[in-house]
């Protein structure tokens, strides 16, 4: 039985990632191109021979990896276009996607952040495309994290998207930091939650919600 690390609640209302007013000056190929001379030269303090073939390469492929995967969701440029449509059929109840893979980054120690978030809505005249949820929750997982924020973040988005008070979020992942360096714990998860609306004052609705999604 997996014991679960922490189990927060989310009570701060500043849920912006952290970034510079000049974090966009730089064109995406000029971030590679210096990100690369960086690695570079880390991984020469670290005593590696650069000139070996199996290493060469790898601050340009490091370079490219944090601009255009891991961290691509620090663009603004990369935001997923969510089109929503008017609920027509009337729909009154909780929607729910879950157990969506998480993968994001902690941004103590820029190791892996691996999980499963469920997200729940109920529609206030509007609904949007569920390939969407998955993509607004890889989208903010795709930058240095701190999983409370992660889960403030995708609330706050769809909150904004459909015009609804009503959205939940809950996040269940496995932070590296604690599994394969410190305290090594590998079978802790940590767990946050970001209920709002009925989802939050609604005992009933709280109670579905978490029997949908496996958590008693």
Same mark, same amino acid.
């Given at each position: 039985m997996m014991e679960k690390q922490n189990n927060k609640k989310i009570d701060s209302v500043n849920h912006e990632t952290p970034l510079r007013n000049d974090a966009f000056y730089m064109s995406d190929e000029e971030k590679i191109d210096k990100i !690369? /001379? @960086?690695?570079? @030269?880390?991984?020469k303090i670290l005593g590696l021979d650069m000139n070996d073939d199996s290493l060469k390469s790898t601050p340009r492929r490091v370079a490219k990896m944090f601009i255009k995967e891991i961290f691509s969701g620090l663009n603004p440029?990369?935001?997923? /276009?969510?089109?929503?449509?008017?609920?027509k059929y009337k729909y009154n109840q909780m929607l729910i996607e879950k157990n969506i893979t998480v993968y994001s980054t902690c941004e103590h120690h820029f190791l892996p952040i691996v999980g499963k978030a469920h997200v729940g809505y109920i529609s206030n005249g509007k609904v949007v495309g569920l390939s969407k949820i998955n993509?607004?929750?890889?989208?903010?997982a795709k930058r240095p994290q701190v999983q409370e924020r992660l889960t403030m973040q995708i609330v706050k988005s769809l909150q !904004?998207?459909? !015009?609804?008070k009503d959205v939940a979020c809950?996040?269940?992942? /496995? @932070?590296l930091c604690v599994n394969s360096r410190g305290i090594r714990d590998i079978e802790s998860s940590t767990i946050t939650t970001e209920l709002?609306?009925?989802f939050k004052n609604n005992p009933e609705i709280r109670r579905e919600f978490f029997h949908y999604i496996g958590i008693p």
């Open positions: !690369e /001379k @960086h690695f570079f @030269h880390i991984m440029n990369t935001t997923p /276009k969510s089109s929503t449509f008017e609920n993509r607004i929750v890889n989208y903010y !904004e998207i459909l !015009e609804t809950v996040i269940d992942a /496995k @932070h709002i609306g009925s």
